[in-house]
């Protein structure tokens, strides 16, 4: 494709109009600042995507909201730990550059690509290039090349626009980049604004928005919930098209757990080396924090030797057959289950060894037996449980065996209204294994 053509995909008319030169695009963003008329080509985005005058122009002063200022630490600390340092990233609704320019004084970000309706960039730097333009009238394809994207903040306005167009960017930048960062707003906020009705009319509740936005994205990561307006809350999420292998990771933290199962008496004990304990730690089960090269933070639950290989393998069996039932339910018109998940399971660190693995903040929520269920599920959660419950599953190098007499059901209910079902071995099930020599 053509420069000019691509500068006129990027919204850029009077850019390519004025016969920009292509090495201009990567020079600086004065450059483009300078030459660029703001009011013309936003008069120009304005037209080609129908917007009305007030949606054509950056939003000035956002910094200077309260709600804003006072989360704005937090939201920078969290990108800072979770992007790979020396990263490109392409900022989209970028307002004045803050965010980008902070990621780069702390030297996270190598280079970064702001895009905003109107330029009111308030941190001029080589390392931060501005691009003029409404990303609803770009083709994704045309964007800067970079590793990740920054949508902070702006989906919620694009949703307002149109839902297809918004979901189509946003399905675009996933496909196009390694991880995209992003938070909206809330169904938490009450107050009467375009971009709230415009939510609630096409979802009921910020799982269901989520499940239905991030639907391309095979891993999400929740890095941060905090304070929005009204006594609402926004969720920073990390996202990812396709998972990588985790190769490379180490261990933050390891932790115990302490034996019980109401949730007030469950915790998660930090422990220094595994081998110092004194005996092993219940259900000869540890957890593990650990970080990846991608700075991904997962949680690992490790099963100890010498139990491990085979429980392990029974719980990947009964995963797979409860995450099977779990899609067709959700596929089913009934839509009963869209909340619930299982803990994903994977060979990891090596194939022989299976693990759960569960995104970071799933720990810090209430966790549940199975056998409580009565006091925390409605009955359609029971009823899903039941069903599993009853299952024979034959596993492999074991006897078919019946799951109801061989582990608990363990259902975790997040802060965000997924729950999370995963699977505890029981005694029973463990001297079943160790009478095969385990
Ligand atoms: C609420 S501010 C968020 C600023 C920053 N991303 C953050 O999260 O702190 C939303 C920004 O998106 C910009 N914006 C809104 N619609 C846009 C569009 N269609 N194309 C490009 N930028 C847009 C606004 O001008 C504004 O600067």
């Not at 008329?37 to 949606?55: F, L, N, Q, R, W």
């Not at 609704?93 to 902070?102: E, L, R, Y």
Request: hydrophobic residues 40%; aromatic residues 10%.
């Amino acid at each position: 494709m053509k420069f000019s053509e691509r500068l006129r995909d990027l919204g850029l008319k009077i850019l390519a109009r004025k016969g920009f030169k292509k090495g201009a695009f990567s020079k600086g963003a004065t450059n483009i600042r300078q030459s660029a008329s703001s009011t013309d080509v936003s008069k120009e985005i304005g037209k080609t995507v129908g917007g009305s005058p007030s949606a054509r122009k950056a939003q000035r002063g956002y910094y200077h909201l309260a709600s804003a200022a006072k989360v704005l630490e937090g939201r920078i600390d969290a990108l800072a730990c979770s992007i790979p340092t020396g990263s490109t990233i392409l900022d989209i609704g970028c307002n004045d550059g803050t965010i980008s320019s902070a990621l780069i004084d702390r030297g996270v970000l190598k280079k970064a690509y702001g895009i905003d309706l109107e330029n009111i960039i308030a941190h001029e730097r080589p390392e931060f290039e501005f691009i003029e333009g409404d990303i609803r009238a770009m083709d994704i394809a045309s964007l800067p090349d970079a590793d990740g994207v920054l949508l902070l903040n702006v989906l919620h306005h694009l949703i307002r626009s149109s839902r297809k167009r918004a979901q189509e960017i946003l399905d675009g930048l996933l496909q196009r980049y390694k991880f995209v960062f992003i938070d909206l707003g809330s169904f938490s906020e009450e107050e009467d604004r375009g971009w709230r009705r415009a939510i609630g009319r096409h979802w009921n509740s910020d799982a269901e928005m989520w499940d239905s936005l991030f639907q391309k994205a095979a891993w999400r990561f929740k890095l941060l919930r905090y304070p929005a307006q009204d006594g609402g809350h926004r969720v920073l999420w990390k996202l990812y098209h396709t998972p990588y292998e985790l190769r490379e990771f180490s261990v933050v933290q390891s932790f115990v757990k302490t034996p019980g199962s109401w949730p007030g008496d469950k915790a998660l004990l930090p422990i220094g080396d595994v081998n110092e304990l004194s005996k092993p730690p219940a259900g000869r089960v540890i957890f593990e924090k650990i970080i990846s090269a991608q700075r991904d933070i997962f949680w690992v639950k490790r099963y100890l030797p010498p139990l491990r290989p085979g429980v392990a393998s029974m719980e990947y069996e009964i995963w797979r057959a409860v995450k099977k039932n779990l899609e067709e339910r959700k596929l089913s018109s009934e839509k009963k289950f869209v909340h619930l998940a299982v803990s994903e399971l994977v060979e990891f660190p090596d194939p022989r060894v299976v693990c759960a693995i569960y995104e970071p903040d799933i720990l810090a929520s209430a966790a549940v037996h199975f056998q409580d269920w009565i006091k925390f599920f409605d009955a359609s959660d029971a009823y899903l449980l039941g069903a599993f419950a009853a299952r024979t599953l034959s596993m492999r190098d074991l006897r078919r065996v019946k799951i109801i007499h061989i582990c608990d059901f363990q259902a975790v209910s997040a802060w965000d209204g997924i729950k999370l079902i995963d699977f505890e071995p029981n005694f029973w099930a463990r001297r079943f294994l160790l009478d095969k020599g385990e």
